[in-house]
């Protein structure tokens, strides 16, 4: 299994502001995914993060408003921009697991709020 | 377009009975489906999961069936006990990362 760490936990921040959200691994990993979990909703797939290269987006979601970055194979970084309250959610990265197929680990989650 | 749909949102089961969660899909194309466990302010963990070539997989206290003519998969808990009250989701891929997720049916299981 794999060790997963988020920054924040939790977060209250302002519309128009911005946050970024730390995903951090015990080992290293190819692909890392990040969510997003509105309320009453279910996980939704935002974005996937490989090292080296640019994020690959979902429908619906869009860099400038999602940019992520993949600086090496145990860390990524998620930003939410210019927030309104419709960003409201839990954002989860997550991490394949070597070797399973399709078996994924999920971190603990950042729980944002945007007044 | 929901795809994966957990049409209970909530399940209230006696301990030591069987709790019985169900999933449906509308997508032929899914091959692998999975269970995954979620306790308050923690991110889902892995439970149990199922290739389409299969009809059932066993793990413990717990079993997937997956009816692929029906397109419907439920988890099977035997017997239940108070620490499996959490939310469930299933999910499902057509053999690539990207998962399709329910939107959860929370167990509470009553001691």
């Known amino acids: 299994s794999a060790v997963i760490s988020q920054k924040p936990s939790r977060d209250i921040c302002q519309r128009g502001t911005s946050l970024t959200i730390q995903c951090q691994v015990d080992?290293?990993?190819?692909?890392m995914f990040w969510y997003r979990q509105q309320p009453g909703q279910s996980l939704t797939l935002i974005a996937t993060a490989n090292q080296g290269s640019e994020a690959t987006y979902e429908s619906g979601f869009v860099i400038d408003k999602f940019p992520i970055s993949r600086p090496n194979l145990t860390f990524s970084t998620l930003t939410v921009s210019n927030m309104s309250p419709e960003d409201s959610s839990i954002y989860l990265c997550?991490?394949?697991?070597?070797?399973?197929?399709?078996?994924?680990?999920f971190g603990p989650g950042t729980r944002l709020t945007v007044l | 377009d929901q795809q994966v749909k957990q049409n209970s949102p909530s399940l209230s089961v006696q301990e030591g009975r069987i709790s019985i969660l169900n999933c449906d899909y509308t997508?032929?194309?899914?091959?692998?489906f999975l269970w995954y466990k979620k306790y308050p302010a923690e991110g889902p963990t892995f439970l149990i999961s199922?290739?389409?070539?299969?009809d059932k997989n066993e793990d413990g206290r717990f079993t997937v069936f997956l009816n692929k003519s029906a397109k419907h998969l439920s988890l099977h808990i035997v017997p239940s006990q108070p620490g499996d009250s959490a939310v469930y989701f299933c999910?499902?891929?057509?053999?690539?990362?990207?998962?399709?997720f329910g939107t959860g049916t929370r167990l509470k299981v009553l001691a």
């Open positions: 997508n032929s194309m899914f091959d692998y």
């Open positions: 997550s991490v394949e697991k070597s070797g399973s197929y399709n078996e994924q680990f």
């Open positions: 080992s290293q990993v190819t692909m």
């Open positions: 999910a499902a891929s057509s053999g690539t990362y990207k998962y399709i």
């Open positions: 199922i290739s389409s070539i299969k």
